[in-house]
């Protein structure tokens, strides 16, 4: 019996194979392990499940005194008769703006965990390349957010089967998703790639910007270009743009009705009478409509060529000397020299006793100072921000107060997460100045953060009125307390920083019902912002539940 | 000192890690061997209080540690075998950072860190961040934090992986240095570094305790059951499946097999008794195991 071993030639392996052969195999492997990663991870079954509540949130009864999409014309606001091709243009328009913003924050990430756990350079080493490699990921984050895109379909057709009025026509109903999910969930995918490989994109400060390049990319840009917003049908102009179907559905609207729509809302606007509704123009796919998709969906190449144009510049980085910090000394060697007394069996250097007194303020003072030495540059214009609320007079200070509370979210939204993130736990856990519960150690240190940080804008709430200075106490309350919570139950940062960052939006406008710490409007809404105080604590709560059964459990 | 009695560690999946795992500890270095999957990081995980066991008592000095983990992390250093750092921050800022969870303040802070950095001979890089540094160097940080604090207990789990030969046995030194008025638990793969530092081994296999002593005896005990003989290459495939092969190299005579044989003289024409080495003993040890 031979003990050789068998080994193929090379002409017999799959490896050998051409190079276009080569791209897709890469491609292939890339798909199939961001897939099995993806659909293993509990995020996409809260997802789901959120896709789900949405789709029935936003298609309410006709008769009820709510509505999601609604259009103003001739002075008054109307909403469509749930025919087949209204209902699928609402899912499908729904699908198309609110899960990019969300999906985002799903997909997001992925290059930037293979650099840091060092996974990058063992793909490099094999024969793919970085264009195959940033397609591949791209490939799945597109095929993976059209998934969940298309789950918004059965919803459809089933508040179609309830509430829906005239004919089940299924091209109506899905037609109008074939036209707008693709383009929009490829675009999504396209940019969430080149945030990841982005420097300072890449992390807390891209997912809290996400939320402003989203509002410019998806609404702001197609609005603006296409002219059907300015209330001048003069200026209304064809458009190749339109990620998530704004003009499209304005177009439908428009065929719908005999006067100009000025006006689009979408969002949970509740009324005070039932709905007026309106028949729905059903959808006419014709030639130009297909190609003015066709060319939206083309527009996802310039992020993704763009993402594989930085990545392979950044790629090449890794060859540089890494950046000296806190010291001037220049020209010292890479690798520290040998002890070659030691080497050759010597005495290693004295071992002297420490003296130590652990306790759980020394704890969180550790974890506070880490906060602040891994908060990047944003820290500083955070503090900039946070002392310029005491100077600027009147209601101006609003403004710095309001950038504060923005940039605070990417300095603290990692920090529960921390030693997940970076696979430090079983160090960290082991040392004795942690209290038994690390969700109150990671709570107080935020909160001392935030505190410390926020003295300025709270002394200048405080200064004035009573009123204001609890508001922004409870808001704060609020802030760390999220941060700490939902940071604790994701593993990292990306639901408190896009909700965080969505919340922060709604909450800044005038008079906003949702101003978490009443420094934004006339009054302070202490109801509020004692409610989001109490889901903050909510969280907080969860958490300490979650790691004491995790610790039952073993 | 460290009194470990009737350990087991049984995982959601159902796996079990440690099965009735019994070993008492005194000053000194213990070197912890056994193959991949014989549950030592559980072991050690669970001693230094981050993983609880299903069954079973650590004893730290009289004081239960599952009951009370703070008496033994005040005392502990602890060096995973996966460890992470943060990227972002420098060796000092990140030794200071370990230095305040350990307790230490102030200049004691401040001076122990930079002796740590001296000791595991960092200072160029001492300023640097983390991300640029190189897996040897980083093992030099893990190792740095672990003797923050002047540990009475320090686990190290694969502690040399990475580093390059003059510094495995500069840091095998300074373990053995330490194991004087100190528990130390070392864990690897490298039966040289236990052969070098440790006054006792324990072999683990399967979750199970197989063989606690001291090198000598081990190396006593693997005397007369240790064989080499030259075989033809069609023969070797034969001679494998019927001894522990601990080592082979082809020559023009033939195939040099250096093998263990757990009782009696092997049915392989030609074997000569050889003096054996620590890793013929382990490895007689574990074939006497699943024997």
Redesign the interface.
Same mark, same amino acid.
């Given at each position: 019996m031979s003990a050789a071993v068998s080994v193929n030639a090379p002409g017999n392996t799959r490896a050998s194979t051409g190079v276009r052969g080569q791209v897709w195999h890469a491609m292939a492997a890339q798909i199939g392990a961001e897939t099995r990663s993806r659909l293993r991870s509990p995020s996409t079954i809260v997802t789901v499940l959120a896709l789900f509540a949405a789709a029935f949130v936003y298609v309410p009864a006709p008769d009820a005194k709510r509505a999601s999409i609604m259009w103003e014309v001739g002075g008054h606001m109307y909403s469509g008769t749930y025919t087949a091709g209204f209902i699928g243009a609402v899912v499908a328009l729904l699908t198309s703006m609110l899960l990019p913003l969300v999906g985002f924050y799903l997909v997001a990430g992925s290059v930037r965990r293979d650099l840091e756990r060092r996974v990058w350079p063992i793909i490099a080493a094999t024969r793919t390349s970085a264009t195959s490699y940033l397609l591949g990921k791209w490939v799945a984050s597109f095929a993976y957010l059209l998934v969940l895109a298309a789950l918004a379909l059965l919803p459809a057709t089933y508040l179609f089967l309830r509430y829906g009025t005239g004919p089940f026509a299924l091209g109506q109903l899905l037609m109008p998703w074939l036209l707008l999910a693709p383009a929009a969930m490829a675009f999504t995918a396209a940019c969430a790639l080149l945030f990841d490989v982005t420097p300072g994109l890449s992390g807390r400060g891209g997912y809290v910007l996400w939320f402003f390049v989203f509002s410019f990319l998806f609404m702001m840009i197609p609005a603006g270009i296409s002219g059907r917003f300015d209330k001048d049908p003069t200026n209304d102009r064809s458009t190749t743009y339109d990620p998530a179907g704004l003009v499209f559905f304005h177009d439908l609207i428009a065929r719908s009705v005999a006067q100009p729509v000025h006006s689009l809302s979408l969002g949970v606007i509740i009324l005070d009478e039932p709905v007026r509704r309106l028949p729905f123009a059903p959808l006419r796919v014709d030639g130009g409509l297909l190609a003015r998709r066709a060319a939206t969906f083309a527009w996802t190449a310039l992020p993704l060529l763009a993402a594989i144009g930085i990545f392979k510049l950044a790629a090449g980085r890794g060859a540089r000397a890494p950046r000296r910090r806190g010291s001037r000394r220049r020209g010292a060697p890479a690798t520290p020299p040998m002890d070659w007394r030691a080497a050759s069996g010597g005495p290693a250097e004295a071992f002297r006793p420490h003296s130590a007194t652990p306790s759980f303020a020394r704890a969180v003072l550790a974890e506070g100072v880490l906060l602040w030495q891994s908060a990047s540059w944003i820290k500083w214009p955070m503090l900039a921000a946070a002392g310029a609320s005491l100077f600027v007079p009147g209601s101006g200070a609003a403004a710095p107060m309001a950038i504060f509370l923005l940039l605070l979210a990417p300095v603290i939204g990692e920090a529960a997460a921390r030693e997940q993130l970076a696979g430090t736990g079983a160090t960290v856990y082991a040392q004795p100045g942690l209290p038994p519960s690390r969700v109150m150690w990671k709570l107080a240190a935020i909160a001392g953060f935030v505190a410390l940080a926020g003295s300025p804008v709270l002394l200048r709430s405080l200064l004035r009125g009573a009123g204001f200075g609890l508001a922004m106490l409870l808001g704060l309350a609020f802030t760390a307390m999220a941060a700490a919570g939902l940071g604790w139950l994701t593993g990292g940062g990306k639901l408190f920083l896009g909700l965080y960052t969505a919340l922060w939006y709604v909450a800044i406008q005038r008079d906003s019902p949702l101003d978490f710490v009443g420094a934004f409007g006339a009054q302070p809404r202490l109801s509020v912002c004692a409610a989001f105080a109490a889901a903050g604590a909510a969280a907080v709560v969860l958490a300490a539940a979650v790691e004491k059964a995790r610790a039952a459990r073993g | 000192m460290l009194e470990i009695t009737g350990l087991t560690?049984r995982?959601?999946n159902g796996t079990v890690a440690l099965a009735d795992f019994t070993l008492s500890l005194g000053e000194g270095v213990l070197g912890l061997l056994g193959p991949n999957g014989a549950g030592k990081t559980t072991l050690m995980?669970i001693v230094? &209080?981050?993983?609880?066991? &299903?069954a079973g008592t650590v004893r730290w000095r009289g004081v239960d540690a599952l009951a009370d983990?703070?008496a033994i992390?005040?005392e502990?250093g602890?060096?995973?075998q996966?460890?992470?750092?943060?990227? +972002?921050? &420098?060796a000092?800022?990140l030794l200071?950072?370990?230095?305040?969870? +350990?307790?230490?303040?102030g200049k004691?802070l401040k001076v122990?860190v930079e002796?740590m950095i001296?000791?595991v001979?960092?200072?160029?890089?001492a300023?640097?961040?983390l991300?640029?540094?190189?897996g040897g160097?980083r093992q030099r940080v893990?190792i740095a934090?672990a003797?923050?604090?002047?540990p009475k207990l320090l686990i190290v789990d694969e502690p040399t992986v990475g580093l390059?030969?003059?510094?495995r046995?500069?840091?095998r030194?300074?373990l053995s240095?330490?194991g004087h008025g100190r528990t130390v638990i070392l864990s690897t793969h490298i039966v040289s570094d236990v052969e070098a530092i440790a006054e006792r081994i324990a072999v683990i296999r399967q979750g199970r305790l197989v063989r606690c002593a001291a090198p000598e005896e081990l190396l006593a005990h693997a005397v007369g059951r240790v064989w080499r003989a030259v075989v033809s290459?069609?023969r070797?495939?034969?001679v494998?499946r019927a001894v522990a092969v601990s080592n082979l190299t082809r020559r023009a005579d033939g195939v040099h097999v250096r093998f263990v044989a757990a009782a009696g003289e092997p049915a392989i024409a030609g074997a000569m008794a050889v003096e054996p080495t620590l890793e013929d003993a382990y490895l007689l040890t574990n074939v006497e195991a699943v024997a």
């Open positions: - | 560690k995982y959601p995980s230094a &209080t981050v993983l609880r066991p &299903t983990p703070l992390r005040r502990l602890y060096l995973p996966d460890f992470g750092v943060y990227d +972002k921050l &420098t000092v800022e200071r950072y370990f230095g305040r969870l +350990k307790g230490l303040a004691e122990a002796e001296d000791l001979n960092l200072r160029p890089a300023n640097r961040r991300g640029g540094f190189s160097m893990g934090q003797l923050l604090g002047d390059d030969p003059e510094e046995v500069r840091f030194n300074l240095e330490l290459a069609e070797l495939p034969e494998q």
